[in-house]
C-alpha cells in the first residue's frame, strides 16, 4: 500500500476513476468545440478534493490516454507538454484547498468562492496556454510570439475560448462538485 495515500478508501479509489474517466469521456464528446473541455476543471477538482498529487496524477493519466488516441493527430512533444500541463490543474487544486480554503458550509460565501475559483480556472489557463503554445513553437519552429498571436486572436480564438470557458467552468462548477464529492465521501477528510 503506497503510504503517502493511505487514507483513500475503496470509495475515493472509485470516484478518482469516475473522475479520470469523465475527463477523457469529456475530451471525445466535445471534441466538435474547439477549447472547450471539462478536463481542466475536473481534474482541478480532483486535486482540490484528494490532494496535488492525485490531481496531477490524474492530469497525466488523462492526457496519457487522449493524447495518445487524438483526433486531432500525434506529436511526442505536444503530447508531453500537454501532459504536464494538465498537472498544472491537479496541482494547484491541492495547494489552494490546503491553504486557503479550509472552512466550514456556514462561514463559506458561495459567490465569493465561486468567482475566485473562476479566476483561478483563469490564471491556470493562461498559464497552461502559454506554456503549449511557446513548447509549439520550438517544435515546428514558429515564433513564439507568432504561436501566442495566432492560438489567442486569429479566429477561431482558441486561447480566449479555452480561457473564457474555463473561467465559466470553474464558477460554476467547483462548488458544487466538492460539495457534492464531500457529501458522497461522509463528509469532510482535509
Not at 492530469?59 to 506529436?75: C, D, K, M, Q, T
Not at 500541463?85 to 465569493?112: C, M, P, W
Not at 510570439?145 to 482558441?158: E, R, T, Y
Amino acid at each position: 500500500m503506497n503510504i503517502l495515500h493511505s487514507h483513500l478508501t475503496v470509495r475515493d479509489i472509485s470516484l478518482i476513476t469516475v473522475l479520470t474517466a469523465l475527463c477523457v469521456g469529456g475530451n471525445y464528446v466535445l471534441v466538435g468545440l474547439p477549447n472547450i473541455k471539462i478536463m481542466d476543471v475536473v481534474v482541478f477538482i480532483t486535486g482540490f478534493m484528494f490532494g496535488a498529487s492525485i490531481g496531477a496524477t490524474t492530469g497525466a493519466l488523462v492526457w496519457i490516454v487522449y493524447g495518445a488516441i487524438n483526433p486531432f493527430g500525434f506529436s511526442l512533444p505536444i503530447w508531453l507538454s500537454t501532459m504536464v500541463g494538465e498537472t498544472i490543474f491537479g496541482i494547484a487544486g491541492g495547494i489552494l484547498r490546503s491553504i486557503s480554503y479550509k472552512t466550514t458550509e456556514k462561514t463559506l460565501n458561495v459567490f465569493r468562492f465561486s468567482l475566485e475559483m473562476g479566476l483561478w480556472g483563469l490564471v491556470l489557463t493562461i498559464i497552461y496556454d502559454l506554456f503549449t503554445n511557446i513548447v509549439f513553437a520550438v517544435v515546428f519552429c514558429v515564433p513564439i510570439i507568432a504561436s501566442i498571436a495566432v492560438g489567442w486572436f486569429i479566429p477561431p480564438w482558441f486561447g480566449i475560448l479555452h480561457e473564457a470557458s474555463n473561467f465559466i467552468l470553474f464558477f460554476s462548477a467547483v462548488y458544487p462538485s466538492t460539495k457534492a464529492i464531500t457529501t458522497f465521501r461522509g463528509g469532510d477528510r482535509t
